[in-house]
């Protein structure tokens, strides 16, 4: 019974791990979409709807079945708590790299982003698919170091977001109303896709020590 | 043993019933504090963050135990599973209040809105309150026929948003980038807190129904 719960978790995990690589490349797409005005990537991206609902959707219906027939207990609990979890953060992160790509094709052929930002979301791009890389690791080492290193990521994050701010505000600003929306708009879900990874990362680390992970 | 678990369920899907019409009030209170510039309410409302993490976190640790004490098959085991997820919700829920809070509290004593787009963030504060209000009774009364209408309470507010897109870029607007960008992120707020309102009915009509409720 045990071995088979072990064998079933593990599948999980690993598939778990893979949804959260092909999160980051889905990000790396959305990100490369925007910047180069590449509708095929945008859509692309978009286009992976269905596929990432029905992979989420089953992993959720395996860790329940996961409670169900094998009835865990303690830090096997946990891990199959923790994984559904985990599940529902991937699923955003896949959602949130579509926003993104949506944002590139409704704009196309024009680039939506002006030179001001375009390096500000260019490293918020490397970092977001770096988050998501260092998610999937998390996951399939159980390694709270990495959640250390996520969640300084995430703060970087944060910071890129507020200097978008600052520059949309600024009074050098001369793109208009439109362009600053959209970057506010891909500012925060950036964000976001690097909270669910940290979150996905906490829940490991949870694991791991026993305690939450705060910062 | 199955009474224990009732009752603690009980007990649990109350709370949760609860917590969904706090995220209610905390919008009620997030809207008018952006409407009328009143520091009072946004800080009121964001001083709860702490309040609303703990009770999130312990009907989180309540579900775990649940499971773990009670081992509940078949609907039981659907329950606490949706409960995990309409935690999760709820907290959510109650953080985009905080967020809009805090945009009145940083703009105060301006009124960040715009009279133009003033009238559509007034109804998506009542359709967000009373979505928030529909979930907790549908946790309530198990009612899937409310989860319907909570998707078409849904809809509304995602065309209330593309309004206020209309509104912002087009040419009578005169209130330049920064209103703009508030305006854009408010209405990302409220139709983020609609969905979550509409997981949550989706949850239950999932209980009730046993197929998941698609629209």
């Given amino acids: 019974m045990?071995?088979?719960f072990r064998a079933e978790l593990g599948t999980l995990t690993d598939d778990l791990a893979r949804a959260a690589r092909l999160a980051g490349q889905m990000m790396t797409n959305a990100s490369t979409a925007l910047s180069?005005?590449?509708?095929g990537l945008a859509e692309l991206v978009i286009s992976q709807e269905g596929d990432i609902k029905a992979l989420c959707d089953d992993m959720?219906?395996?860790c329940v079945k996961l409670l169900v027939l094998q009835a865990p207990v303690a830090t096997d609990l946990r891990m199959v708590?923790?994984?559904m979890h985990a599940v529902g953060d991937v699923q955003r992160m896949c959602n949130l790299a579509q926003h993104i790509a949506k944002i590139a094709r409704m704009k196309h052929p024009a680039?939506?982003?002006p030179d001001e930002?375009?390096?500000v979301f260019a490293r918020m791009g490397v970092l977001?698919?770096?988050l998501a890389?260092?998610?999937a690791a998390a996951i399939e080492n159980q390694d709270p170091l990495s959640a250390h290193r996520l969640a300084q990521a995430d703060d970087e994050v944060d910071a890129l977001r507020r200097r978008i701010f600052r520059i949309l505000f600024s009074e050098d600003w001369s793109h208009g109303v439109e362009p600053a929306v959209d970057a506010a708009l891909i500012g925060r879900y950036y964000e976001r896709f690097a909270d669910h990874a940290v979150a996905i990362a906490r829940q490991v680390s949870f694991l791991v020590t026993g305690s939450p992970h705060e910062r």
């Fill in 36 to 39: 180069q005005a590449d509708l």
């Fill in 117 to 119: 930002v375009r390096p």
């Fill in 128 to 130: 977001a698919t770096s």
């Fill in 60 to 62: 959720d219906q395996r």
């Fill in 81 to 83: 708590v923790a994984a």
């Fill in 2 to 4: 045990r071995e088979t």
């Fill in 111 to 113: 680039v939506p982003i």
């Fill in 133 to 135: 890389q260092d998610a």
